[in-house]
């Protein structure tokens, strides 16, 4: 080989390494090209940028195909392809947190505190993994998400310095929660009762907010530091509280003193075991007790409770049986009490409280000095008597601030009720269009006792007082009540535009077709009146009869909910069974008879559906496969193509497709068979605000556009 031929082999072998280098390092450089971060983590930082205003001081952050693990995003932190935290303290921001932002299922730290976010609620989609929680100095309003509910591994939840107004209950699966910081917002309301399952919470800070009622609640956590001053507490503050070091209680209305034993049902704090001693007599005595030459405190007094209690259940059982038999007299008849019915004569409660191992069983027997004129004297006194409606109920009819009407005032205004001004027959009674002298038109419901024979017609006073007191726009409003002659009336604002269920059912030259904007528009308006009535009210009112004949529309298409407030009135099995609401009921309704707040969630999305689709809830005219009408819907509403096929054919195809989508997201989640994974109606109203925010920022943006009925070109009224 010649010293030329090497020399060209050297410089081809120099050239192949050269290339072999070229081609690695190409290689490389289209690896490190693609995105080092998770699909998912992308999408979702990228809404939140879009969501907060594009803040530019965000450095490297895009709203779209970015890279936050590959390219630093600010205030980013990665652990391989995954977001593991996002930390942006005082960085100016505003806008809002991300819809999605569920996606980030590896974060474990969200610190936004003391920017100027929110205005709005607090986003329910929240990353479901958290650690740690700062939201903390920002301007969020409205309820806490139900989301926080299911952040199991959360330690630390720092929600203060908002003006959040509305606390849910549910904390009852909190149990890693160590600090917990809600103060200075507008909390109102009591403590919620989950609070006792915060097992591990060290810190809470709850001052400068409106909560009330007392704080006993917090007597078992194990707390090391608490602040609820500036609050309207009352009551006492627990003696297991007062050990605390770090305490502050100031500017509540406690009171002095011990505190009393804890209120029947709650946990007794745990004692220390009982010492026979010479000193258990003579607490015996010092206590009034004639028992007290008895040796052993201890025993004597477990002795003596077992003879009370067995002393007064024979006493319930013989004045049972007692009142079974006198209860069968003609009321008439001015005989004399027996002795046992004249000695609950001065009575006004009892106490029953038997403990067997771990068991405790209370009832409370409530009497009053004056008994009731009207008596069923068929039906005997028994346990269910107790529990369900008390023997002394009392109303005060200063407490109702609605007029009361006269049966002559409301004959006169209806035409004796006559067919002409007859305009449904709900669940509960007719209704009939009242029209008076000064031009006011109300309509009035004739309630239907005979229908709900288990609720008395004497406490339709109390019905009066349940429903006067609910008080929200998306409500139908009682502006009066009649109770003379045996007659029971409710007098309702009328509604000129009719139910929903005849918009969409009785189309023509009068009823022009709803347009989407029109849609969904009812459909926010009706899932807050839910939330009122759910995570407002104290207790939780449910309402049970939920559909779209209740639905109620005003001149400008607001939805009103009525017959809110009803759930007393125990319906009999013929209305459970009927055909008209079986479309509405939740699987476990139909199977148990039991109502709760989860099955309001899905006959709402029912309503949704019917909003949708145009179809009734149970159809019998159409074929067997497309009669109910969340069976046949179910399956298609993740379809897009399907999706399209199902929506009402009234709509002519105006409708935002993106729009049509995420309404469709929201009923697949109400009407789950399951109801513990239906969401709280609070998350339903937000995910429908998120539809109406974003479909109008698309329309402004140009990106998508559509002409509605009406001139309603995108204006969803909200």
Known sequence: MTVASMERGGRSRGAAAIGAVLLFLAASSSLGARANTDSNDVTALGVFYTTMNSPPQLKNWVSQNGDPCGQSWTGVTCSGSRVTAINLPGMGLNGTLGYNMNLLTALVQLDMSNNNLGGSDIPYNLPPNLEKLNLAGNHFTGTTPYSISQMFTLKDLNLGHNQLSTISDMFNSLTNLTTMDLSFNTFSGNIPQSFNSLTSLKTLYMQNNQFSGTIDVLA??????????????TGWVPDKLKKINNLQTTGNSFSNGPAPPPPPG?????????????????????????????????????????LVVG??????????????????????????????????????????????????????????????????????????????????????????????????????????????????????????????????????????????????????????????????????????????????????????????????????DQNKPLSWNSRVKIALGSARALEYLHETCSPSVIHKNFKSSNILLDNELNPH?????????????????????????????????????????????????????????????RPRSEQSLVRWATPQLHDIDALDQMVDPALQGLYPSKSLSRFADAIALCV??????????????????????????????????YTGRHGESGDYGV
């Open 311 to 508: 002393a007064i259940v024979t006493f319930f059982v013989i004045k049972r049986k007692s009142w079974k038999l006198s209860l069968r007299r003609d009321p008439e008849q001015n005989e004399p009490l027996s002795p046992l019915a004249s000695g609950f004569k001065h009575m006004k409660s009892i106490k029953i409280i038997s403990t067997t191992g771990k068991d405790q069983f209370q009832k409370t027997v409530s009497m009053s000095l004056k008994p009731p004129t009207k008596i069923d004297l068929h039906k005997s006194f028994d346990e269910n008597d107790l529990t369900s409606k008390s023997v002394a109920r009392k109303i005060s009819l200063s407490s109702i601030r609605i007029p009361a009407y006269t049966v002559a005032d409301l004959q006169i205004a209806t035409g004796s009720f006559s067919p002409d001004n007859f305009i449904s027959e709900g669940s509960f009674g007719r209704v009939f269009k009242a029209q008076f002298d000064d031009q006011k038109v109300l309509a009035v419901k004739k309630i239907n006792f005979s229908a709900f024979p288990s609720y008395p017609s004497d406490l339709f006073i109390e019905l009066v007082a349940n429903i006067s007191r609910l008080n929200h726009p998306n409500l139908a409003e009682l502006v009066g009540y009649c109770s003379e002659h045996g007659q029971c009336l409710l007098a309702y604002e009328f509604y000129r535009s009719g139910s929903l269920h005849d918009l969409l059912n009785l189309v023509d």
């Open 672 to 705: 789950q068979a399951e109801p513990e994974f239906r969401p709280p109606m609070s998350e339903v109203v937000q995910s429908l605000v998120r539809l109406v925010q974003r479909a109008n920022m698309t329309r402004m943006s140009g990106c998508e556009s």
């Open 220 to 233: 078992n956590v194990p707390l090391t530091d608490l602040n609820v001053a500036n609050n309207k507490f």
């Open 561 to 621: 909910l009525s017959d809110s407030g009803y759930a007393d009135l125990i319906p009999n099995q013929e209305f459970q069974e009927s055909e008209e609401n079986s479309g509405y009921r939740a699987p476990e309704v139909a199977m148990s008879g039991q109502y709760s707040l989860k099955s309001d969630v899905y006959s709402f999305g029912v309503v949704m559906l019917e909003l949708l689709t145009g179809r009734k809830p149970f159809d019998r005219s």
């Open 266 to 306: 709650t946990t007794p704090a745990p004692q220390r075991p009982a010492v026979p001693s010479s000193s258990g007599s003579n607490a015996l005595s010092d206590s009034g007790s004639k028992h007290s030459k008895l040796q052993g405190g201890a025993v004597a007094g477990i002795v003596i409770c077992l």
